[in-house]
């Protein structure tokens, strides 16, 4: 199944026609491969694949074992994507914009320095021209970039439920994966076909991976326009491990990987 999912996936990339292509590959609890091994198991094949048809690729390594940014649900996620735009997004969700443009960039032949071509890219959302160019796209598109100004216009869901940690320690451990079937049961997916999508549905993470939290902190919010969901707290704290002592969270992106043709070896580039 790992090669026929490569090619099914590569297929796409291939047609598509560009010269250049970059793949993250995830792992962890709420990725399709649940291990680092697997996830570069199955880089290597994509990467040899994109390489035998005379296209640029490389692939990313990076982790969802907690999810990317602190949004799940569409509304949630748009304007989680236009902060990040303002230079006031996630950590790690910036961080892996920024990695990826960088990488980019660099199959491009753009640039030849990693570490400048991120400078520069943080320069793009210090002065918003990062921002100007999505508010171009989304107004091209006949998207109302009213709301793209001024995010507080799209609306919000009639349900906010808080859900409160009942214990203290740093957060060691999130299953992603229940996090994204519970989006799913507040509305925020499909559950079966002819399901209506609710845009104003998801969750909100308020505490990341080795962040401490005190009882009576909010750990999470859930957003819904269905009634009844406030019987998913309990259900939501079974989803956090807590740890006495502070924990390491390692980089967003863990390492990169692409095919050297002079050698037909793999080089693999890890992050510190």
């Given at each position: 199944t790992l090669p026929f999912s490569a090619?099914?996936?590569?297929?796409?990339?291939?047609?598509?026609?560009?010269?250049?292509?970059?793949?993250?590959?995830?792992?962890?609890?709420?990725?399709?491969?649940?291990?680092?091994?697997?996830?570069?198991?199955?880089?290597?094949?994509?990467?040899?694949?994109?390489?035998?048809?005379?296209?640029?690729?490389?692939?990313?390594?990076?982790?969802?074992?907690?999810?990317?940014?602190?949004?799940?649900?569409?509304?949630?996620?748009?304007?989680?994507?236009?902060?990040?735009?303002?230079?006031?997004?996630?950590?790690?969700?910036?961080?892996?914009?920024?990695?990826?443009?960088?990488?980019?960039l660099l199959q491009a032949g753009l640039y030849t320095d990693r570490n400048k071509a991120i400078q520069d890219l943080k320069k793009t959302l210090e002065d918003e021209s990062a921002y100007k160019v999505f508010r171009s796209f989304v107004h091209n598109q006949g998207g109302d970039i009213t709301y793209i100004d001024d995010p507080k216009k799209f609306p919000v869901a009639r349900y906010v439920i808080p859900v409160r940690s009942v214990k203290e320690g740093y957060i060691s451990e999130i299953e992603t994966k229940q996090l994204g079937l519970t989006s799913v049961r507040l509305g925020a997916g499909r559950e079966k076909l002819g399901d209506v999508i609710d845009p104003t549905a998801g969750i909100l993470l308020n505490k990341k991976l080795g962040e401490k939290a005190f009882k009576g902190d909010v750990l999470l919010t859930l957003y819904s326009e269905r009634p009844g969901m406030g019987s998913l707290v309990n259900q939501m704290l079974n989803l956090f491990e807590f740890s006495d002592t502070p924990i390491v969270v390692g980089p967003t992106v863990e390492e990169r990987i692409k095919l050297d043709p002079s050698t037909d070896s793999f080089v693999i580039e890890k992050e510190e």
């Open positions: 090619c099914a996936n590569m297929s796409k990339n291939v047609a598509a026609g560009c010269d250049c292509i970059l793949l993250d590959v995830k792992y962890g609890s709420g990725a399709f491969m649940e291990t680092k091994e697997k996830a570069e198991e199955l880089a290597k094949i994509m990467v040899r694949i994109g390489t035998h048809f005379g296209k640029n690729t490389e692939a990313e390594i990076s982790s969802m074992n907690q999810p990317l940014g602190k949004a799940i649900g569409n509304i949630l996620e748009v304007e989680e994507a236009i902060d990040t735009l303002h230079g006031k997004g996630p950590k790690d969700f910036s961080d892996l914009c920024l990695s990826s443009g960088a990488t980019m």
